[in-house]
């Protein structure tokens, strides 16, 4: 690929042109990544240049490793921009051997330092300094705009905090540094520089990939005010522990000026997606929300909740503001969730949510996680006659239990003997397998009986009392094979009903098509 070298200066106070060092931020297999985006427009704003690379997308259950052209391009580009640092956002646990495979080929090809930051480094930094030439061990904002200052200039950087350096088998280890306490501080995501590029395929792209997205997604927080073992929050709180608050929000004001800005870039917008752990309840948040939304933006969005969050007068008062569709966590049976997830949530609370839900017209989608390694028949019996219970229509999705490194569940998992150090994400990558539940996934037949049973479930056009009858045969549960095709055959009707309605809207894009028409799993729904 041939490219024309971009000239990247900023003025010194005499007026003269000083150069500065180049960075490229990478998103592995994620474009809508918000930390790539935050980063780029921190340093940004302090002048400073940075190429934007979407390396890949996500696949349901898929995982396409990187082709040879793919890396040329890649190594290519960087060469071209004359890229300085070269940072790569770990989100997801998943992509570890895809991270190094990059850093590796990066420090041959090129000899450009690599920094690695994200959730996987922040829950393993040890281990990623290995690889890493500079990890980031916490929020990353302060941290690598001093570390582009300080490169730009010549400066040593090795007592910046946040960020540890390794020269040769020599270690430097900053201490972590403090939360940012005022998010509203930072600049907005950047959707709007030229210099983003898309890695895929033998052809290199250049523009923000989600730019003609129907449903632009916004966060308002930062952290969680739960500590359920099985997310990456509930390791994050203790690493964090003494320096500052964890669960930290936008103001209403900040929030309203991001999607503004948004409703100018992006020309297609329909709904707005607060992607938060869970959304922000704060009363006089809430308040000033309520009479600001409306009138200010006025679309439709969806939000993530919890069930011991979920009061009628309350969510009545968001579905005046625009609430359309809400997304809960259920998880599994009261036994599992308490013993196995640190979460204490009584099925009549459950229930009361989905009544509620229900009786607001809100469209309900409850996430569920299957495959643990605890249930018991009892357990799973339970959780689908609490199902059973629900008012239609409503949306389940389920999750496969994926273990993440370094996690409360992790931890207990291992402590009792029930997995492996190979089985947790980052050397195991079931992630790109069975992320979200897929019936033709091996299972003992009594976990398929009833993942199919869970799949049947949300089909409105099924009546109920035909599950009692699937539900009473007991030679389904033994040889579940005619009850999973009858479930795959209703989710071929749901999913191309779905995919009309979307059409008709707008809203069924390309990446949407890519990221779940795949011939190797067939999403449920």
């Known amino acids: 690929m041939a490219m024309e070298t971009l000239e990247n200066t900023q003025k010194s106070e005499t007026g003269s042109k000083v150069k500065t060092c180049k960075t490229a931020i990478i998103s592995l297999y994620d474009f809508e990544n918000n930390a790539t985006r935050l980063l780029a427009a921190v340093l940004r704003r302090e002048g400073y240049y ?31 921009l004359e890229i300085g640092l070269v940072a790569i956002s770990l989100r997801a646990s998943a992509y570890l051997q895809v991270a190094t495979q990059l850093t590796r080929l990066i420090q041959e090809k090129t000899g450009i330092p690599v920094l690695w930051g994200g959730t996987h480094v922040v829950l393993c930094p040890e281990d990623s300094i290995q690889v890493a030439d500079m990890v980031c061990i916490g929020e990353g904002e302060e941290g690598i705009v001093e570390l582009v200052k300080r490169m730009s200039e010549k400066q040593d950087y090795t007592d910046i905090p946040n960020i540890w350096v390794r020269r040769g088998s020599e270690i430097t280890r900053t201490p972590l540094a403090h939360l940012l306490c005022d998010l509203d501080a930072l600049p907005f995501r950047d959707y709007t520089s030229p210099d983003k590029y898309i890695i895929m395929g033998k052809k290199i792209g250049r523009k923000d990939p989600m730019i003609e997205d129907p449903v632009f997604q916004i966060m308002a927080n930062r952290g969680c005010p739960y500590h359920c073992a099985y997310c990456y929050n509930s390791t994050l709180r203790k690493i964090y522990k003494g320096k500052g608050k964890y669960y930290r929000y936008r103001s209403v004001d900040s929030v309203l000026q991001e999607l503004k800005l948004a409703l ?5 917008i329909k709904k707005i997606r607060f992607d938060d752990e869970v959304f922000n309840f704060d009363n ?23 069930p011991k969050l979920v009061e009628l007068e309350r969510f009545r008062k968001m579905k005046e503001s625009g609430l359309v569709a809400v997304y809960m966590g259920i998880q599994n049976s009261f036994r599992i969730t308490e013993e196995l997830y640190d979460r204490n949530t009584p099925a009549d609370t459950i229930k009361k949510a989905a009544d509620v839900f229900h009786e607001l017209g809100l469209d309900s989608r409850f996430q569920l996680i299957l495959d643990d390694p605890l249930s018991c028949s009892e357990d799973k019996e339970e959780l689908f006659k609490l199902l059973m219970t629900f008012e239609r229509p409503f949306e389940l999705y389920l999750f496969s239990l994926t273990v993440f490194p ?20 980052g050397k195991d990558t079931k992630t790109f397998r069975q992320l979200r539940v897929d019936l033709s996934y091996p299972r003992k037949p009594e976990d398929t009986y009833w993942a199919a049973m869970l799949v049947l479930l949300t089909k409105k056009f ?17 040889n579940p094979k005619p009850l999973v095709m009858f479930a795959q055959f209703s989710n071929l009707i749901k999913m191309g009903w779905l995919a009309g309605t979307m059409l008709l809207r707008g809203d069924l894009t390309t990446t ?14």
């Open 50 to 80: 940075v190429a934007e690379i979407f390396f890949k997308d996500w696949k349901n259950n898929f995982f396409e490793p990187p082709t040879e052209d793919e890396l040329n391009n890649f190594i290519q580009l960087l060469k071209d």
């Open 264 to 268: 100018k870039t992006f020309k297609n």
């Open 284 to 306: 006089e948040w809430v308040k000033e929300f309520h009479d600001k939304y409306p009138k200010e933006i006025g679309l439709p969005f969806e939000c993530f909740t919890e």
């Open 406 to 425: 370094n996690t409360e569940l992790s931890r207990k998992l291992l402590e009792d003997g029930i997995i492996t150090e190979d089985q947790i994400e």
């Open 462 to 478: 099924i009546p109920k009392d035909l599950l009692w009858k699937f539900y009473n045969d007991k030679k389904l549960r033994e």
């Open 512 to 525: 949407l098509i890519r990221r779940w028409l795949s011939s190797h799993s067939f999403i449920t729904q």
